[in-house]
C-alpha cells in the first residue's frame, strides 16, 4: 500500500511539472524573481520572445545590463526601496503590488518596453526572499503614446505660429486652449477701458 501511494503521488508530481512547465513556455508575459542583492533567481522562457535573451543569458545579467541607463537607475531605486520597506519593517509584512514602466534592451540593442508588476517574494518560513514581478511588453502602446505626445506638440506650435486668433475648444464647448495671438486680439488695452470710465 505505502508503494502504491508513494507511486500516485510521483505519477501526480510528474504531471503537476508538465502542467508547469506547459503553462511556462505558453505565457507571453515575463515572470521573474530576485533577491535583494538584484539576482535574478528565475524567469520564465517568455524572456526569450520578449528579449531575443536566453533564460541562462537573462538570469547571469545585471541590472545595468538589462535595462537603458535611465531604467537601470529606476530599477535600483525600486529594489533599495523594497529592500528597506520588507527587509526592515518591525510589523508583519503584508502583500502590497507596485506597477512601474522601464526600458529593456534587447539582445538586437534595441529597446523594448515592459510594465512591471512588483509584489514581495515570499520563501521558506513565509520569510521575505525578495521580488517577484511579471512583465508585460508594452512597447507598442507607448510608441503610440509618444505619437500622441508629438503631434499635440506639434499642433500647439502650428496654433501658435500663425499670425490668426486661434481658440481650441472641448466638445461641450469649454476653453481649452487660445494663442497667443487670439488673446492679444481679444485683450482691450487699459488705455481705451479707462477712456469708458
Known sequence: KEIAQRMKVEVELKENRELYKLLSDK???????????????????????????????????SIDERFTKESAIIAKKILENEQNRFLFSKGIVKDSRLIQQLEY?????????????????????NQISGIHGVTRDISERKMAEILLNDSFVLMEATIESTDNGVLVVN?????????NRFIEMWTIPIELQNLGE
Open 27 to 61: 505565457m507571453t508575459d515575463v515572470v521573474w524573481l530576485m533577491d535583494f542583492n538584484g539576482k535574478s533567481i528565475f524567469v520564465s522562457p517568455s524572456i526569450t520572445q520578449f528579449t531575443g535573451y536566453s533564460v541562462n543569458e537573462y538570469l547571469c545579467q
Open 105 to 125: 534592451v534587447c539582445k538586437d540593442k534595441k529597446a523594448k518596453w515592459g510594465e512591471l508588476i512588483i509584489t514581495p517574494y515570499f520563501g521558506k518560513n
Open 171 to 179: 466638445n461641450e464647448g469649454e476653453i481649452i486652449k487660445p494663442n
